[in-house]
């Protein structure tokens, strides 16, 4: 009986863990989303939070199995160190959000390099975040920054044109 408490609470904490850091990355997603489509004229920002955050979190959900089958490492510590690494790219993405969205907003200056700047920013934080998490479990390091440019950006790519196809009807 005491080894199902011990299960309990701790399966509580890294419940509500699991559940703050996927708050932080599907809200971070959405700010981010909402700003990049208020820094286009003609985009709708609610149909900017909803491409940014459905692309972005069906790359996650290649990426997650992804790992788990080249690695074979325990699901749940996976999960957790996806999830630490997309909060980690929510710190970079949310104060991106707001600086286009309060400082570039009426400017001259050219939004999309700004944006892809913050975005370039934010994976290689992102990635240099799972690759850390992952050498501790004995994951090579390029096995991890391989999986992360195929598994994750390269199937963020391809769903970030195809809900863009699909939202936005191929153009804004």
Not at 23 to 39: E, Q
Not at 54 to 81: D, K
Not at 123 to 137: E, F, G, P
């Amino acid at each position: 009986m005491k080894v199902v408490k011990l299960a309990s609470r701790f399966d509580q904490g890294r419940l509500f863990k699991f559940g703050l850091l996927t708050l932080i990355a599907f809200g971070g997603s959405l700010i981010y989303g909402a700003a990049l489509a208020s820094s286009f004229p003609g985009w709708p920002v609610s149909k900017g939070a909803f491409w940014i955050t459905l692309s972005s979190g069906c790359g996650w959900l290649v990426f997650g199995p992804l790992l788990w089958l080249v690695t074979r490492r325990p699901p749940l510590m996976l999960a957790e160190a996806c999830l630490v690494t997309m909060a980690w790219g929510e710190l970079i993405l949310v104060p991106g959000a707001g600086f286009d969205w309060l400082l570039l907003r009426g400017t001259h200056l050219d939004s999309a390099w700004v944006n892809a700047s913050i975005v370039g920013i934010s994976n290689v934080v992102m990635a240099c975040s799972i690759v850390v998490q992952l050498r501790k479990v004995r994951v090579p390091k390029g096995k991890t920054v391989a999986m992360w440019i195929l598994g994750l950006d390269g199937s963020g790519a391809i769903f970030f044109y195809i809900f863009y196809r699909v939202i936005f009807g191929g153009r804004p």
